[in-house]
């Protein structure tokens, strides 16, 4: 027997009980995974002698991790979908516009669109006849050439990177596939999703765990998708889509190229930006910079500095952070005490004082710019100066992009950019690598190596970073003038090795586990670039493994 803490109730079982056992018949459609102790678990979970003592809890479609296992399993019915009706047909999910799955045909004869009402139907279908969905554990040999029937060539390549000597499979059926995440104990668990025609293939939606498990309203976002599509298309040109193509390169002595490769990717994005301010340089008076954290901010508006001066534009630079209030006067104006602040909110920001200055200087006064002394909370007189005609001021921060901000300045003279990572980048063609855990572990490797920070505390902290930059950033990148894509197709390798040490450091039992478990699962197929001196010291990733000419 073991004892285990259920709803509150200390219960004895005996070994070899599922949790799914523990659930009233009626109620487990509304359930997706569950926690064991600190690590998540499916609900055919069988509970033996080390889970004794353990607290059990069920996870919905309010939680995170419980939203990744629903959006796995959706995923896998789709391409169970197609199996049964277009065995020979290869298809590829990605990413894409408001927050959503695409999934498109690697085919190139197949036409996606003549398909979508049949593959909406079978899945339809294979969710109504609530099939079981059952883990097995096969080696990687057996794994192989279960593969080969189902024409999954892909997940064979990225079988050799494998640590594990076995592999975990899901079944359904006759049905055989593996998508990196956990599953659903059966098909008719999934019960809300919607599927939509989206050139050249469909979108997908599913309930979002921080929508209060609702789907949100679909948005046409034509410049993120046109971003996405570029990103795309050069990872293909590149052969960076995949994580097998980027060990590939690596392995075949071709690291140098590949790194001056994604760099030359960036160099031209900065030359087209360049291109594009100086030819409305009559026009343009600030340059406003926005995106999500650890996107590469701060290097990049070092870069785009430079590239204005050799085309003999000379940009002023003005922090936004210099224009806060001080904690009293936000907690007055917040109606909450200092230790309950949103300091990410736009109001805790001196926006008239924003605008009155940048007014003035556009127009050829002469300024005091405030600085914010964050040891006294603070704003103190700083720098006096005074911005000549045709030079650009460039602004950067969370609420950069919002017209609120900056509402003293006609749009004619803004030049908006938009800077975050937009990696189409996949473990196989059905595991989609999200850019949030690559900004993530961006951070993790910065926060230990800068702030003497543990990747705890910033796992802790990022539920919070990201609840701003959906309030904040996400409603106004579709204003950008320019999405500046700051991915770079060899940075896991090269972060690997300082990720992985702060991520092993977190302990099974620790809160932080599930988070950090994953991000070890992403990392353990990446080969690792051990000499980053072939990094330039210019890079965007300089930011966060150090080693940066502009000292960030």
Known sequence: MIRVNFNNRQLALDRGTRVLELVEP????????????????ELNYILSEKDDGMTIKLLNLNN?????????SLRYIVAMAFYNIYPDVKIRFSYNVSRSIFCQSLTKSFVMSRAVDAISAEVQRIIEADLPIERVTVTIEEATEIYKKFHLDDKIDILQYRPEKTVHLYKCGEYYNYLHNYMVPSTGCIHNYTITPYSPGFIIQYPRHDLDANIPEFEEEATYCKTLQKAYDWAVKAKVQTVTGINRTIERGETLEFVQMCEAYHNRQLAELGDAIEKEIENVRLVAIAGPSSSGKTTFCNRLRIELLSRGIDPVTISMDDYYFDKRKISELQGRPIGQL???????????RFNKDLFDLINGEEVTLPRFDFKTDQRVPGKTIRVDQNVP???????ALNEKLTKSIPKHQKFKIYIAPHGQLNIDNHSPLSVTNVRLIRRIVRDMKFRNCPAATTIDMWQSVRNGEFRWIYPNQENADYVFNSSLGYELCVLKKQAMEALTAIKTTDPQYLVANRLIKILKYFRLIEDDSIIPCNSLLREFIGGSCFNV
């Open 26 to 41: 009626k109620d487990r459609k509304n359930l997706v995974v569950c926690k064991v102790g600190a690590q998540v678990k």
């Open 64 to 72: 995170a991790e419980a939203g990744r296992a629903y959006s796995a």
């Open 342 to 352: 949103d300091l990410e909110d736009i109001d805790c920001l001196d926006i008239e």
């Open 393 to 399: 001021i460039i602004i950067e921060g969370i609420h």
